[in-house]
């Protein structure tokens, strides 16, 4: 993303802007030049696009607004994807039913609505939560899991901001190390795991807004009203300081079902 500055404007006018603005969906193009997100090294999507040219059959949970499935050059001939969220249902529906996608509601938790063995290929982004023994089941022997997931204490600088302090069992959720033994419980080969920490910098009031009312699940509960003293402190930070840092945690894992050759 570009890089913007915005000192004209109060904070009155960002915050009401970033709270008119719809965050339906999973693409973050409205934060061009008012926040930048470091990527990861391994590109996902193009590593993601890859192995579906070479699956028969593959779902992608949690697809948010199907933009990342839309990217994708070549997908097998039966592709599905499942979202709970019913904003997000509506534009992946649109986005991908002209290419063949079936979008299919479902609301994260098992069971998925699919048979035993129904897929070689099952990949999430960013999945609020890695249901493996699911995963495994709707997997053939052979198949495989490929995801990107948020890591331990993504972006805690700004939790951390509004909530305080967080517990240590907070700071340590999502460990890649913990998904590696969990996707192993379920019947999983682990072939890939790796990690990184990224540079995100937030460079106007209304990007933060804009980020809490999208990602709800970093601040729970997250109103403007009910965080106005702390948004304006913040504002009139980035104002005095330049933009506020945080770091952001992914980490890639791809595993293999036992029972069979690979397939994908």
């Given at each position: 993303m570009s890089h913007r500055h915005d000192r004209a404007r109060t904070?009155?006018?960002?915050?009401?802007?970033?709270?008119?603005?719809?965050?339906?969906?999973?693409?973050?193009?409205?934060?061009d030049g008012r926040a930048t997100e470091e990527r990861p090294a391994w590109g996902y999507a193009r590593s993601m696009a890859d192995r579906m040219s070479r699956a028969t059959a593959a779902l992608d949970i949690q697809t948010g607004g199907g933009e990342i499935l839309a990217s994708v050059p070549k997908r097998p001939p039966l592709t599905v994807a499942t979202e709970s969220w019913p904003p997000n249902l509506a534009r992946a529906t649109a986005l991908l039913h002209p290419l063949g996608v079936a979008v299919v509601a479902d609301p994260d938790e098992p069971p998925l609505p699919f048979a035993d063995g129904a897929f070689d290929l099952v990949v999430s982004r960013h999945p609020v939560h890695a249901w493996w023994e699911e995963i495994a089941r709707v997997l053939c022997p052979g198949g495989r899991y490929f995801s990107q997931e948020v890591g331990p204490a993504s972006v805690f600088e700004l939790v951390e901001y509004f909530l305080g302090p967080?517990?240590?069992?907070?700071?340590?959720?999502?460990?890649?190390?913990?998904?590696?033994?969990?996707?192993?419980?379920?019947?999983?080969?682990?072939?890939?795991?790796?990690?990184?920490?990224?540079?995100?910098?937030?460079?106007?009031?209304?990007?933060?807004?804009?980020f809490l009312r999208k990602v709800i699940w970093m601040v729970p509960g997250f109103t403007v009203e009910r965080y106005r003293d702390r948004l304006a402190a913040l504002h009139r930070r980035i104002e005095a300081e330049g933009p506020f840092v945080a770091t952001t945690t992914r980490f890639l894992i791809e595993a293999v079902k036992r029972g069979g050759r690979s397939r994908a």
């Amino acid at each position: 993303m570009s890089h913007r500055h915005d000192r004209a404007r109060t904070f009155e006018e960002l915050i009401a802007e970033a709270e008119a603005v719809s965050v339906d969906g999973w693409d973050f193009s409205w934060l061009d030049g008012r926040a930048t997100e470091e990527r990861p090294a391994w590109g996902y999507a193009r590593s993601m696009a890859d192995r579906m040219s070479r699956a028969t059959a593959a779902l992608d949970i949690q697809t948010g607004g199907g933009e990342i499935l839309a990217s994708v050059p070549k997908r097998p001939p039966l592709t599905v994807a499942t979202e709970s969220w019913p904003p997000n249902l509506a534009r992946a529906t649109a986005l991908l039913h002209p290419l063949g996608v079936a979008v299919v509601a479902d609301p994260d938790e098992p069971p998925l609505p699919f048979a035993d063995g129904a897929f070689d290929l099952v990949v999430s982004r960013h999945p609020v939560h890695a249901w493996w023994e699911e995963i495994a089941r709707v997997l053939c022997p052979g198949g495989r899991y490929f995801s990107q997931e948020v890591g331990p204490a993504s972006v805690f600088e700004l939790v951390e901001y509004f909530l305080g302090p967080q517990p240590p069992e907070a700071r340590s959720a999502r460990d890649p190390e913990r998904a590696r033994e969990a996707a192993g419980a379920a019947g999983l080969d682990v072939v890939d795991l790796r990690t990184a920490s990224l540079r995100t910098e937030f460079h106007d009031i209304g990007a933060v807004v804009y980020f809490l009312r999208k990602v709800i699940w970093m601040v729970p509960g997250f109103t403007v009203e009910r965080y106005r003293d702390r948004l304006a402190a913040l504002h009139r930070r980035i104002e005095a300081e330049g933009p506020f840092v945080a770091t952001t945690t992914r980490f890639l894992i791809e595993a293999v079902k036992r029972g069979g050759r690979s397939r994908a």
